[in-house]
């Protein structure tokens, strides 16, 4: 198993976090989007928020490959109808390139290396 860490900002609007929150709520998600997590071998996938910066922590098993994701979710288009709902209340980091959301996360400490 393997942990990836990713972070993306949202757009600074308490109306449009709330909403964003809303539909990241369990009975607000889309079925469609939580199988083709799964499907691309995702074990465990978590959002945090503070103030407008979202962090992502996910656990995939070793079948999985960010390059297929990638594929699966461009040939997908509920995940495309998704994507293009949630760029309503994502902005990407100053420092993302053209077109990219969530941006991997260095990690830079570990307790269990000391």
Request: aromatic share 12%; proline share 5%; net charge negative.
């Amino acid at each position: 198993m393997e942990r990836y860490c990713y972070a993306l900002d949202l757009v600074d609007d308490p109306e449009l976090i709330a909403e964003y929150e809303r539909w990241h709520s369990s009975e607000n998600g889309w079925p469609e989007i939580r199988e083709s997590i799964l499907d691309a071998h995702i074990l465990s996938m978590e959002i945090y928020r503070t103030g407008n910066r979202l962090f992502m922590i996910m656990e995939v098993s070793d079948e999985f490959s960010a390059t297929r994701k990638a594929e699966m979710d461009a040939s997908n288009p509920k995940v495309q109808e998704w994507e293009q709902l949630m760029w309503r209340f994502q902005k990407p980091l100053p420092w993302a390139k053209e077109g990219e959301k969530w941006l991997p996360m260095q990690r830079i400490f570990d307790l269990k290396a000391q």
